[in-house]
């Protein structure tokens, strides 16, 4: 099991950006393909974005372009780079992780993470 804590929540404006953090502990975060999911209020939680163990990529219709998912991991650490923020991306925004081997596969299911951060809120004010 790893352990997930997200940071690089706050208040911006629209068009501002923020760049979110995922510190992994426990297990070397190089074994999993990690995930961004996001939950706005009376909503129920989407997915953002996920990024395989060799660094394939896969983003929602929603934020493709303007988000940008990596990792480095010498910091043991998931990031995501989100730009040109809308009001409509404010939320609360949660990693996750799912180990697997060596593989271009990505996931877009909360089913599919076993670990799963506390999350860290997201405000675009318009």
């Known amino acids: 099991q790893v352990q997930l804590v997200e940071s690089g929540g706050g208040l911006v404006q629209a068009g501002g950006s923020l760049r979110l953090s995922c510190a992994a502990s426990?297990?070397?975060?190089?074994?999993?393909?990690m995930g961004w999911f996001r939950q706005a209020p009376g909503k129920e939680r989407e997915f953002v974005a996920a990024?395989?163990?060799?660094?394939?990529?896969r983003y929602s219709d929603s934020v493709a372009g303007r988000f940008t998912i990596s990792r480095d991991n010498a910091k043991n650490t998931v990031y995501l780079e989100m730009n040109s923020l809308k009001p409509e991306d404010t939320a609360v925004y949660s990693c996750a992780a799912r180990s697997v081997l060596y593989t271009t596969q990505t996931f877009s299911r909360e089913s599919e993470y076993n670990d799963w951060g506390r999350g860290t809120q997201v405000t675009v004010s318009s």
């Open positions: 426990g297990r070397p975060l190089s074994n999993y393909a």
């Open positions: 990024l395989s163990t060799v660094g394939s990529t």
